[in-house]
């Protein structure tokens, strides 16, 4: 069974930083492309940032120099390090594994929500 489990969301003031981890079961962790994806109120859900099996690393032009993405495989973990959070990354932001072969197969985590306000 495919589970995608989010964690480290929450709140924080303008400026700060928040870690966001998502584990992943290892039959998709090992050869899926894994990613990060958020939606604010009212908008669609767009990619934030996402890694290749082979650690190739994509970011939206929001997420460059504030984001870092990575992925531990000794735990089937990959995490979001947010740093000089803005007040319009507020969103629930989710985990994702695309299948980087068979197009249209993908996974999703349930969400975690992160607010940036003072």
């Known amino acids: 069974q495919v589970q995608l489990v989010e964690s480290g969301g929450g709140l924080v003031q303008p400026g700060g930083s928040l870690r966001l981890s998502c584990a992943a079961s290892?039959?998709?962790?090992?050869?899926?492309?894994m990613g990060w994806y958020r939606q604010a109120p009212g908008k669609q859900r767009e990619l934030v940032a996402s890694i290749t099996r082979g650690d190739s690393t994509t970011y939206a032009d929001s997420a460059k120099g504030r984001f870092t993405i990575s992925r531990d495989n000794a735990l089937n973990t990959v995490h979001l390090q947010m740093n000089s959070l803005k007040p319009e990354d507020t969103a629930v932001y989710y985990c994702n594994a695309r299948n980087p072969v068979i197009k249209g197969i993908s996974y999703w985590g349930k969400g975690t929500l992160v607010t940036v306000s003072s």
């Open positions: 290892t039959t998709i962790f090992n050869f899926y492309t």
